[in-house]
């Protein structure tokens, strides 16, 4: 409960610093709550995780991949360890990006940054499930 409190309050702060939303000091999640927003949420599973090489390529898409202006905000992730049954941890990296409308986000699909991303790191994944949701 508590990584998903900072993780929470990480967005909140993200999104706050590009001006999306206005968060006081010290807000709980319900002050925080994310509005007229764009979520998409992609996992992608990884052909090779263990390899380092592999992971410092795909980590250098990621990062090439966030210079889209388009983006609001995002979150890099990987997954944490879980023996709750509904978790799933079985990905190798989540990436989490944050749009003011579903124009943008369609917009964000062919962006040259966003194309050079998958034509130079389709190679590394062997899934990929994406998941899109605004209020």
């Known amino acids: 409960m508590e990584n998903r409190r900072k993780f929470v309050q990480r967005i909140a702060a993200g999104m706050a610093a590009t001006g999306i939303l206005y968060v006081p000091a010290k807000a709980f999640a319900g002050e925080a709550q994310i509005k007229n927003t764009f979520v998409h949420h992609v996992f992608f599973w990884l052909k090779d995780p263990k390899n380092p090489e592999v992971r410092k390529q ?70 990929v499930i994406v998941y899109d949701a605004m209020d």
Do not use: N
């Not at 360890?81 to 369609?106: G, H, I, L, N, P």
């Not at 050079?116 to 389709?122: G, I």
């Open 58 to 127: 795909f980590e250098k898409g990621l990062s090439d991949l966030i210079k889209v202006p388009l983006i609001q905000s995002y979150h890099i992730g990987k997954p944490v360890e879980s023996t709750r049954e509904v978790v799933d941890d079985t990905f190798t990296y989540s990436y989490m990006a944050f749009f003011k409308s579903k124009e943008d986000q369609t917009a964000y699909q062919t962006h040259p940054i966003h194309l050079k991303f998958v034509e130079d790191c389709q190679h590394l994944w062997e899934k």
